[in-house]
């Protein structure tokens, strides 16, 4: 809008020379003119048209311009409609009153037209500044509006992954900013099978969406690999390759990971990055720090990602917290940090443990003040609990009985037809690893089914000599003879039998391979476990030993048990 | 499963590369990646960096490759294993006979 746009303007003079004069000017200047007599007039003309400017004279009858620009101004609203007042007067006082009615300029009788049509002008550029930041308002205030509806979407979605665990178990208290996932502060807790409880806080660089973004591939490695049982390491390696793969350099996540097993009363902890967390002990005493010692996720490559973890035991009552640097660097009115030494002193001036955490929150939020409360305050408080009266292990033990492989048997039986080409290992393995403890087991429970299966095949079935193997033209011959025997074997039958079942520390499971041949009893050689480091054969049976509790050879030496005792705090 | 192997250009160091499952099948591979070179390398390298798993007849078959290379003058480094392939040549002792990282 150039000032030479023409505009609609108001012209409101009881005078009818005076007003004739004034439309005259405006109208030369290619302006359209209204006309108005007095300041009720003025106000309804300006009702029914809007017009772009008034020009309004200060004394009229039946309401004068003072009033009549009171009304003009209320329904003008936020738009921009400037009043020149035209008037006589020239006292200081009817000029000011001029101006405190709402008027935005005036112009003195007799008029200068030079004059009035420069105002006209310099208004028009007004109007259009103001119409220029009106829009701009309102496309700002869209543009919020829909952020913040995005933010709700997203913080739906992401409450509902990031808190599908136990964080709300009895032994948990913690405390997240309402908007904290956008400053890239995440919280997630979940249970093992083995009822021992995980809980990550991390703090994610940045903030806004990068950092937020990030947030959900961790939450959703954290609880699916949690609730199957793997190892914390794995986990902690899942997350850390996740985060390396799809941030980018520069955006990573301190984070402390915390295994709580309450059975045993210890916790595990790994630190990378966060500020210490402390250890309040029920029986009082100085809080002890837990300091970093590892980079954050998502920093290093799982080839040099560090994954061991700092012990320590606990008694019942004691607990740990954790934060965010939220708390460290949350600031007063002065810019003061809150920083370490309050947050301990906080520990050491009251021995009572059951509000600790609620103290912690409110000193901290004191500091800061009521006007500057900072949005990124992330606080953890667990609590090492006897496992009967922490809610989260009643909850995951009862998921396990209904959810869960426990007690169970399988029989498995292998034909000739499927003695040439068919592995039964990666069907079996597939089941076991159902068993949520077993998961991290597999590579053990991979070798015990592959050397009983292939003992019971080449031994078993196909009468294969170990003795063959004692130098290399034998290896390779007994390898060509396993070949050719299998080509020609048609009857047979290995059965896999798998029994497993539960106990309090974790679980047994029993794998029973049995074949149809004669077994040691009834002619073939009884199992060598060889002594000797340097031979070629033998090794199979001796790793089965040594990678469960029990073997047994049970019927004529055709069938070998072997037993294996897991223990899910592994 | 698949065995590779290259030789340094002065022929003194064989790397052997094991991918997949490292078992009886791949016995006449394994075999054929050292045996038939015109000179004896001094170091032989297994490089284990693609190796899911290996049985007892894999461990056999290390064994073969040492005596091959001379027996207790051989040397031999392992590298690259995964912690379940480390676990077995471990459990097996094969530390004492190979050099394993």
Redesign the interface.
Known sequence: MSDDTPLTILVADDSDTDRHILETIVARDGHRVLSARDGREAVSVFEEEQPDLVLLDALMPNLDGFGAARRIKALAGESLVPIIFLTSLTDTESLVQCLDAGGDDFLSKPYNRVILQAKIKSFNRMRAMHSTILDQRDQISRHHEHLLQEQTVAKQVFDNIAHSGCLDSNNVKYFLSSLAMFNGDILVAGMRPSGSMMVLLGDFTGHGLPAAVGAIPLASTFYGMVNKGFAVSDILREINHKLKTILPVGIFCCATMVDINFRRQQIRVWNGGLPPGYIRRASGGEPEPITSTHLPLGVLSNQRFKDDMQLYDLAWGDSLYLWSDGIHEARNADGDMFGEDRLKAVFVEDADNSTLFDRILGRVQAFVGEGRRDDDLSLVELRMDRPENVNAVAAEAERRSRSTLSEWTMSFDVLPGSFRHFDPMPLLLTILVEVPGLRQHS??L??LL??LY?NALEHGILQLDSDL?SS?EG??QY?EL?QQRLSAISEGLIRIHLQHSTTDEGGILRLRVEDSGPGFAGGARAPALSND?????G??L??VE??CDAVHYLGDGNEVEAVFSWSSDA | MAITSTLSSDGSLLTIYIQGRF??SS??DF?ASYEGLEKKPERYRVDMQETS?L???A???L??LR??AGGDKATIEIRNCS??VK??LT???FE??FDIR
């Open positions: 590579g053990d991979y070798t592959a050397e292939s193997k290399a290896f390779t390898y396993r480091s340097h031979a070629y054969c090794r199979g001796a790793l040594k990678l | 078992d009886f016995h006449q075999r798993y049985d007892s007849s461990l056999g078959m064994l073969l005596d091959h912690p379940d676990k077995i459990i097996s002792n004492q006979l």
